[in-house]
């Protein structure tokens, strides 16, 4: 009887130990995956009005109003495996992009300000109205290898397609230098006006889309402050207020230029 009950014991420790592994195994992957999707954020595109992608998530509550607040059904909510943070909203512009509602639905069933009205909207007398074309919910990125515009090819399905024709995309006149005597239109993007809609991707006639969306602080550089365009002043204003950082490194940076040349001069002769 003895025996009997210490093989039973010895039994049930080993099926403890297994399903303890399992588990751990479980947890293991959803927690590696759970990492891997929140890598991943940086490239999802959310809907208009949407904070910088760290507070977008802080404030963000995974309620859905948005996603049903869309007539279009262009927003999602991220599920397991989506390779995107769960529960947060976002659009696929090839397969269904933002068509840029006026009165911007989406924004405006928003509890927790994770997208934000004042984003989207402008001041007109003592009244805010909506602005959709403030959006920036990304930048259109032209994949010049692979468009058919650059190849020859008359092609002006994104031009067209765009919301904001002749601003946000523009087509460049250029010569074709393979035939000699025929114009390149090629498609421009502005930044200043692009609001990563997507339209255009979607409307691209490529197998896959050589003009696609990507997140603003993906695709676009950053100057910072050491340089500004000295003729714009709307480029000034991003040097308002900051304060200038001279530092001292050596003695000699404390005199006058002319002073400690001609001292040095001095010495040689």
């Given at each position: 009887?003895?025996?009997?009950?210490?093989?039973?014991?010895?039994?049930?420790?080993?099926?403890?130990?297994?399903?303890?592994?399992g588990?751990?195994?479980?947890?293991?992957i959803?927690?590696?995956?759970?990492?891997?999707?929140?890598?991943?954020?940086?490239?999802?595109?959310?809907?208009?009005?949407?904070?910088?992608?760290?507070?977008?998530?802080?404030?963000?509550?995974?309620?859905?109003l948005?996603?049903?607040?869309c007539?279009?059904?262009?927003?999602?909510?991220?599920?397991?495996?989506?390779?995107?943070?769960?529960?947060?909203?976002?659009?696929?512009?090839?397969?269904?992009?933002?068509?840029?509602?006026?009165?911007?639905?989406?924004?405006?069933?928003?509890?927790?300000?994770?997208?934000?009205?004042?984003?989207?909207?402008?001041?007109?007398?003592?009244?805010?109205?909506?602005?959709?074309?403030?959006?920036?919910?990304?930048?259109?990125?032209?994949?010049?290898?692979?468009?058919?515009?650059?190849?020859?090819?008359?092609?002006?399905?994104?031009?067209?397609?765009?919301p904001?024709?002749?601003?946000?995309?523009?087509?460049?006149?250029?010569?074709?230098?393979?035939?000699?005597?025929?114009?390149?239109?090629?498609?421009?993007?502005?930044?200043?006006?692009?609001?990563?809609?997507?339209?255009?991707?979607?409307?691209?006639?490529?197998?896959?889309?050589s003009?696609?969306?990507?997140?603003?602080?993906?695709?676009?550089?950053?100057?910072?402050?050491?340089?500004?365009?000295?003729?714009?002043?709307?480029?000034?204003?991003?040097?308002?207020?900051?304060?200038?950082?001279?530092?001292?490194?050596?003695?000699?940076?404390?005199?006058?230029?002319?002073?400690?040349?001609n001292r040095?001069?001095?010495?040689?002769?």
């Amino acid at each position: 009887m003895g025996k009997e009950k210490n093989n039973i014991d010895r039994k049930q420790f080993l099926a403890k130990i297994i399903k303890g592994s399992g588990l751990t195994a479980i947890a293991g992957i959803g927690w590696g995956s759970f990492v891997y999707e929140l890598k991943a954020s940086p490239f999802v595109l959310r809907p208009p009005g949407a904070l910088d992608e760290e507070e977008f998530q802080k404030r963000c509550i995974k309620c859905g109003l948005c996603v049903e607040a869309c007539p279009y059904d262009a927003l999602e909510l991220a599920v397991a495996g989506s390779n995107k943070p769960m529960g947060m909203p976002y659009f696929t512009p090839r397969k269904i992009p933002c068509y840029l509602c006026e009165d911007i639905p989406c924004v405006d069933v928003c509890p927790s300000g994770s997208l934000e009205k004042e984003l989207v909207s402008r001041e007109e007398g003592n009244n805010r109205v909506w602005d959709v074309n403030k959006s920036r919910m990304g930048i259109a990125v032209v994949d010049e290898e692979n468009c058919i515009a650059f190849w020859g090819i008359q092609c002006d399905a994104c031009y067209r397609a765009c919301p904001l024709l002749d601003k946000a995309i523009t087509q460049e006149f250029k010569r074709n230098d393979r035939t000699g005597k025929h114009a390149l239109l090629l498609p421009e993007i502005h930044n200043d006006y692009c609001t990563g809609c997507g339209l255009c991707e979607h409307a691209c006639v490529t197998e896959k889309a050589s003009v696609f969306i990507l997140p603003r602080k993906i695709a676009l550089g950053k100057v910072g402050t050491n340089y500004v365009k000295g003729w714009d002043e709307r480029d000034e204003e991003r040097l308002r207020g900051l304060k200038k950082d001279v530092e001292t490194k050596t003695e000699r940076s404390k005199e006058k230029p002319e002073d400690y040349l001609n001292r040095e001069l001095e010495w040689d002769e």
